[in-house]
């Protein structure tokens, strides 16, 4: 029986093509889906148990999620009580089937409560319609999904009065407890789809409610209304009826391809070895819509540049090669004292059509700003994660919690130390605090210049700032100082400052002055290193050799460990040798799966091991195995930095 789901509709509003790849074990699939995985690291699951308890007594409807007819017949069971709760009410209807997070049934007025980890703070009116009156596009996908729950039930019991609601994450409330977020643990054998065992019996237990509620209703009549679409030429009962008529025939929908749905297509191989092995639902596409060839497909296109905000409208115009772009097409504008995004952006069309792989370095202007540099250079790292349920009482949901950092020093005559690492690995602990004492101790010893790799770091660090304002520990104001002479202020902060040893940005200085054709166009760590250590001579002679050959002292790995290993003369990236923080999980992986997340770009994978220490119950040894995996995790970061300023330094040299 093909039946569709919520999650089938939500792929059919991506893109009606792909609910014929989907689940086929023949076509390349880069997002697996592992709702542990989720779990872990967002707290979803979590927040849906807590909402729970605001609507006591309810029933869950169990039951493994292909059996659709067992929990529909329950439902109907339940639902001829005057007045009940459900937990997963199950509808099927015509071939429709869904699952309703809590139903409340009071005679023939009914709630639709749709419960997400999402945050959000009711003074906001623009949350979801923007001010000009369009769906804000990151709501949009689950608005359109409890109108597609509505419409079910709607059909299921065309006498009922639905309305529908959010319950969220809110953001302007504070818990009164501690330790909220350990009264919900997460495991594999919770005996419920929510894999979630709870540690309380009643609401009165966790504190002052963090949760809000949130109507939907007229939102969710003016989708039903087309007043709202998704697809500009596409109404939501005709959505429905494709989705179901080529889902159920197992047909190809031949939908039009468009730049901002391709560009993000899971259904494509990521290498020729994957192409030997799979099919590519993404080929499939352009070869059925536009004759490509296998030529074709070896051609640069579009579809990789970065930051190319030109795109959509390129791509409607016919435009799909970087052959075809012009200086005018991609609105060149450039500045003799940095790339711009446009230059970079046409840099990267000139060398992939020409295939010209060699490196473009501003050497002038490289130079110049390296000179600023003061001995010793300090190279940190953070990871982070921001919880949905707070840990301790007088704190908001989503707080910054910083649990790691990883700290290089590089010494003026090339000595390497890693200096220091912090990690918390302890259940139910804010780290914050102690985490900033750490880093004030590594960092005040002398006035070397001090690095980052992007914003991330400057931000944590003014978020910790405020909770330092709002708290009582005995020695926040030093911390502030320290805080306020390694940062600067964001723009929505109420004192401003920018301290004497702001952190460099490496991160913006490889944007503005260095290109390297092997990174596509990313600018992310992960794709900056190997292409340096692709390139670079000094670093491939130095980083083959083992650790203690090199100047560089390791907290983490052995004296024998070899940074950079050549096979076959192609570059392993050191990223891809590490060991996997979530079991058959490489970190890429993590980041497709979880991509839908917000900042899940900031360390996919030790996020998720960070929620298997706080929410999942271990072993010792497995905390320790899994504390030295983000170790060497985060250590490889600062490493990986401290190489990229190599790189540099051997370029300008």
């Known amino acids: 029986m093909r039946l569709l789901t919520k999650s089938k509709f939500k792929l059919g509003l991506e893109c009606p093509n792909k609910l014929y790849y989907t689940g086929k074990k023949e076509y390349a699939n880069t997002k697996k889906e592992d709702p542990f995985l989720e779990a872990l690291a967002q707290g979803g699951f979590q927040v849906e148990e807590l909402a729970r308890m605001h609507y006591p007594n309810g029933i869950l409807i169990e039951g493994n999620p292909w059996e659709y007819e067992t929990a529909w017949n329950q439902t109907q069971d339940l639902l001829k009580q005057e007045n009940v709760v459900i937990y997963e009410a199950a509808f099927l209807f015509d071939d429709l089937f869904i699952r309703v997070d809590i139903l409340v049934k009071k005679g023939n007025k009914i709630q639709l409560i749709e419960v997400k980890s999402k945050s959000f703070t009711p003074e906001n009116e623009f949350l979801l319609i923007g001010k000009k009156s369009g769906m804000v596009a990151g709501w949009k996908p689950y608005l359109f999904d409890v109108a597609f729950q509505k419409h079910v039930m709607q059909q299921s019991f065309p006498s009922w009065e639905i309305r529908s609601f959010f319950i969220m994450v809110d953001k302007s409330k504070k818990t009164s407890i501690n330790g909220l977020n350990q009264l919900f643990r997460i495991t594999k054998k919770g005996g419920n789809r929510t894999g979630i065992i709870k540690k309380v019996h009643s609401l009165e237990e966790t504190g002052d409610s963090v949760l809000g509620k949130k109507d939907i209703t007229q939102i969710i009549r003016d989708i039903e209304i087309n007043t709202h679409m998704y697809h500009p030429n596409l109404s939501f009962q005709e959505a429905i009826l494709l989705f179901k008529n080529v889902y159920e025939k197992d047909e190809y929908a031949n939908w039009p391809t468009s730049y901002t749905s391709c560009k993000k297509c899971e259904f494509k191989c990521n290498n020729l070895e994957e192409e030997q092995d799979l099919k590519s639902g993404f080929k499939e596409c352009f070869n059925k819509q536009h004759n490509w060839t296998s030529t074709d497909f070896l051609k640069p296109n579009v579809f990789d540049i970065y930051d190319f905000r030109k795109g959509n409208k390129l791509f409607d115009q016919g435009i799909y090669f970087k052959s075809e772009l012009t200086e005018e097409n991609i609105d060149l504008k450039e500045d003799p004292g940095r790339l711009t995004t446009s230059h970079r952006q046409w840099l990267q069309i000139e060398k992939d059509v020409s295939d010209d792989t060699f490196i473009y370095v501003d050497k ?81 010893n002398d006035k070397g210049t001090i690095f980052r790799y992007s914003n991330h770091e400057n931000s944590i660090l003014n978020a910790i700032y405020i909770q330092l304002l709002n708290s009582d520990e005995p020695d926040k104001d030093s911390l502030i100082t320290f805080i306020h002479s390694i940062s600067h202020s964001k723009k929505d902060s109420a004192l401003k400052w920018k301290g004497e040893r702001d952190m460099v940005d490496l991160w913006d200085i490889e944007k503005r002055y260095y290109y390297n054709p092997l990174t596509k166009g990313s600018n992310s760590l992960k794709a900056v290193l190997p292409s340096s250590l692709a390139k670079s001579d000094f670093l491939q002679n130095k980083y083959s050799k083992p650790i203690n050959q090199i100047s560089v002292t390791s907290k983490n790995f052995s004296d024998d460990h070899i940074w950079l290993v050549i096979d076959k003369g192609i570059v392993k990236d050191p990223y891809k040798m590490l060991p996997s923080v979530f079991e058959g999980w490489s970190e890429d992986q993590i980041e497709d799966a979880l991509s839908d997340i917000e900042d899940i770009a900031n360390g996919g994978a030790a996020l998720t091991a960070y929620g298997k220490l706080q929410y999942t119950d271990m072993t010792q040894n497995e905390i320790d195995e899994l504390t030295n995996a983000l170790f060497k995790y985060c250590e490889l970061d600062t490493l990986a930095m401290v190489m990229i300023y190599e790189h540099f330094k051997e370029l300008i040299d």
């Open 364 to 444: 002038d202007g490289l130079k110049d700003v390296m000179n600023t540099f003061v001995f010793p250079l300090h190279f940190i790292d953070f990871e982070t994660s921001a919880a949905a349920l707070p840990f301790n009482k007088n704190l908001k949901p989503y707080e910054q919690i910083a649990f790691q950092f990883s700290h290089h020093i590089y010494h003026r005559d090339g000595n390497i130390i890693h200096a220091n690492e912090y990690i918390n690995n302890k259940a139910g602990i804010f780290p914050n605090f102690e985490f900033i004492r750490a880093l004030k101790a590594a960092l005040e």
